[in-house]
């Protein structure tokens, strides 16, 4: 029988099959062996032990589509991070740090600023056009009055999706207009916690057919992935177009005169505030590089 693995805690892997419901299974020794371990997001094929009681063994894991190192999952299509346009103010240092952590591991981000309901529509227009020009999708939504929900919902449409932003952003809120009302009653996934009980290990959700949610934790840093800080340059997409147009070659944009990243900062072409998150990054990079 094949299934996805929706949660592990404690040497227990919880397998939703989609026919079924969702089993209890331990992992046959010999992925131990093989210094394998299931991750939540895999494809497993399952022997049933028992059928009254929902347990069984994972026997194999299927050929992964890709491993994500931070959270720690498998077959990830797309990584959904929600801040708040307000209440609390965004870190955009942060959610910066999130799309470039995502883009090195190869999985596209779809930003959805929540609680528009706060907003003007000059605050809006602003971050669209700061993180349109980063390659992402961006979504505006209020869970106060239900609005962008139903495109949230054609986003995560048949893919497995990453869940994550800080806390206090409506997550949980957000969540819970996604699941439908009778998830609980079809295999006991239960509804996503409020307030105070945050999410405290990754675990993946069904919406609807062979459409996932992996709820991560709420997180306040992001370490940044093994990257040469030459490297940096290439994980902002806005500044692709000027590759190769500076007077040096190989300009990472810091220091050298002449350089069109910066000239399109000034002229207001780039966000400045996403060329702020760059330099940040990069002197980060390069002072890790030292110890």
Known sequence: MQGKIIKGIAGFYYVH???????ECKAKGIFRNKKIKPLVGDNVLIDVISEEEMTGNIT??????????????????????????????PNFNLLDRFI???????????????????????????????????????????????????????????????????????????????????????GGVSRIGRGRHT??????????????????????????????????????????PFEGTCRFNGCVHINEPDCKVKEAVESGTISIRRYQSYTEIYEELKNQKKY
């Open 17 to 23: 099959v989609e026919t079924s419901g969702i089993y």
């Open 60 to 89: 194999e894991i299927l050929p992964r589509k890709n491993e994500l190192i931070r959270p720690s999952s498998a077959n990830i299509d797309q990584a959904l991070v929600i801040f708040a346009i307000k209440t609390p103010e």
């Open 100 to 186: 470039l952590m995502m883009d090195y591991q190869s999985v596209p981000t779809v930003i959805a600023f929540n609680k528009t309901d706060l907003a003007g529509e000059e605050e809006i227009e602003k971050l669209k056009h700061i993180y349109e020009g980063c390659g992402c999708k961006v979504i505006f939504v209020s869970t106060y009055n239900n609005e962008g929900v139903d495109e949230i919902r054609n986003v995560l449409k048949g893919k497995t999706t990453i869940l994550a932003g800080p806390s206090g952003v409506g997550k949980s809120s957000l969540t819970n207009l996604i699941l439908p009302n009778d998830v609980s009653e079809t």
């Open 199 to 240: 999410t405290r290990h990754s675990e993946i959700f069904n919406v609807c057919e062979s459409t996932y949610i992996c709820d991560t934790p709420g997180f306040t840093s992001l370490i940044l992935p093994e990257l040469e800080k030459e490297d940096l340059r290439f994980y902002f997409e806005e500044f692709t």
